[in-house]
């Protein structure tokens, strides 16, 4: 009678010892590290020379393969492979089919050429089955030796509760995958609407801009239109009193006060709307060009004021501008007209509430290689809160009454697009910005 290596009751504990160490070793472990961890304890514990975990794939020709997760060989771990299941024992286990041969595998499948290079002689097999009855893989144990028909029940017992593991982190796994790709879509389609909402804040910032120019515009065309109409009529005038038969040197002398008070008049106006064009005209081109652009600091934050004008006059508002002489900056001027904008119309909007006026005070200086700006408004200022979230994307104090949050937002975007940064420090009353930023600006990318 043939004798059995271990009793059933032996049989049995030392099933019960492999499957506490294995679990245990691999509780701790997810993803690729679990499978590494399991084919190296199912080796040592079943005493064979190979065991493989693997996940089914289907290639480009809808033909079913094993692309391995961990293989153990012998004494340390091979790289991954895949390979076709057809001709294999493999295929046999992805039918979910237990599969045990106790030798002479490579003769029943004579066309796996793996099995022949690894010179395998027993196989056993196991199919990893998902909660809904779906194979995702196989777990497989292979020896250069046959494998006795005593460890039969040991090794299938193993690789069945292991398979079951096995399924389990796959589908852990693929869950992960498909939540990264849902939230990478969601974040995609999150950007694209920022983006889109970012280019409405610029387009509704130009809008008040365009609006407030023409404003301001046509103040001084219409008072040298009135005095161009007034010239007419000193000319008529004039005419009738020369061709008259009698005339004084005094009239004449009066009409001729009048004609230059009104040419001075026309001229001191057309020169307003013609300064007021050229700065609209500059930021128009600047908001267009993010190209480098040599810029004197001062004179730049002037013509951005001047520009703002109506807005500052509707609102009480003033401002004053120190600068030091000649601050040469080379940067994309657009991008720092656009900053100084967005900063200018967040005061006059959350500075000044119910038209009480104020003053926006600004201050340029340079240090060293750096420029740095202090734009500061005397109004009702901020709490510590909408401090700690001022920057914020879509964060605002006037939810419902039009505000979109991305003001202050787009303004710390462009400064660090710029390489600068842009600090509130305390201030006794109102609301202060400081904005450092190199004095030439080359290779930041656009926000």
Aim: hydrophobic share 40%; net charge negative.
């Amino acid at each position: 009678m043939e004798k059995k290596l271990f009793d059933e009751n032996e049989g049995r504990t030392l099933a019960e010892a492999a499957l506490r160490q294995i679990t245990e070793n691999t509780s701790r472990e997810t993803g690729d590290q679990f499978f590494r961890v399991l084919v190296r304890d199912l080796a040592k514990a079943l005493d064979v020379y190979y065991v493989i975990a693997g996940r089914i794939v289907v290639n480009e020709n809808m033909k079913e393969h094993n692309q391995t997760l961990a293989i153990w060989a012998g004494d340390d771990f091979m790289d991954n492979i895949s390979y076709p299941l057809d001709d294999t024992p493999c295929s046999n286990v992805s039918s979910q089919n237990m599969c045990f041969h106790a030798s002479g595998i490579c003769t029943l499948y004579p066309q796996d050429q793996l099995l022949v290079d690894m010179a395998a002689e027993s196989y056993i097999g196991m199919s990893m089955i998902d909660t809904q009855g779906k194979t995702l893989g196989i777990l497989v144990a292979l020896d250069k030796k046959p494998i006795d028909q005593n460890k039969r029940l040991l090794g299938l017992s193993l690789l069945s509760i292991f398979a079951a593991r096995c399924a389990a982190e796959l589908q852990h796994q693929d869950r992960e995958a498909q939540l990264e790709s849902l939230v990478e879509q969601r974040t995609q389609t999150l950007k694209a609407a920022q983006k889109k909402l970012l280019e409405q804040e610029k387009m509704a910032a130009l809008g008040s801009l365009v609006a407030g120019i023409a404003h301001e515009i046509n103040t001084p065309i219409g008072v040298a239109v009135t005095g161009a109409s007034s010239l007419i009529e000193f000319s008529n005038t004039l005419d009738k009193r020369l061709n008259s038969e009698e005339v004084t040197i005094e009239e004449l002398q009066e009409l001729i006060d009048l004609v230059n008070q009104g040419a001075k008049l026309i001229d001191s106006n057309l020169q307003r709307a013609a300064s007021l064009i050229s700065s609209f005209k500059q930021l128009a081109v600047d908001q267009s060009n993010l190209h480098q652009s040599k810029i004197e600091l001062g004179e730049y934050i002037s013509s951005i004021f001047i520009a703002h004008a109506a807005a500052l006059r509707r609102a009480k508002v003033s401002y004053t501008l120190t600068a030091s002489d000649k601050i040469i900056m080379y940067l994309p001027a657009g991008k720092l007209a656009q900053l100084l904008s967005n900063l200018i119309m967040n005061s006059l909007t959350h500075a000044f509430p119910d038209e009480q006026g104020g003053q926006i005070m600004v201050n340029a200086e340079q240090e060293n290689d750096q420029a740095v700006i202090t734009v500061a408004d005397d109004g009702i200022g901020i709490t510590d809160e909408i401090k700690h979230h001022i920057f914020e994307p879509f964060f605002t104090t006037r939810r419902g009454e039009g505000g979109s949050g991305l003001g202050m937002h787009i303004v710390y975007n462009i400064v660090t697009s710029l390489g600068g940064t842009i600090t509130i420090p305390d201030s006794p009353k109102g609301l202060t910005f400081v904005i450092t930023l190199p004095l030439s600006i080359t290779d930041h990318p656009s926000p």
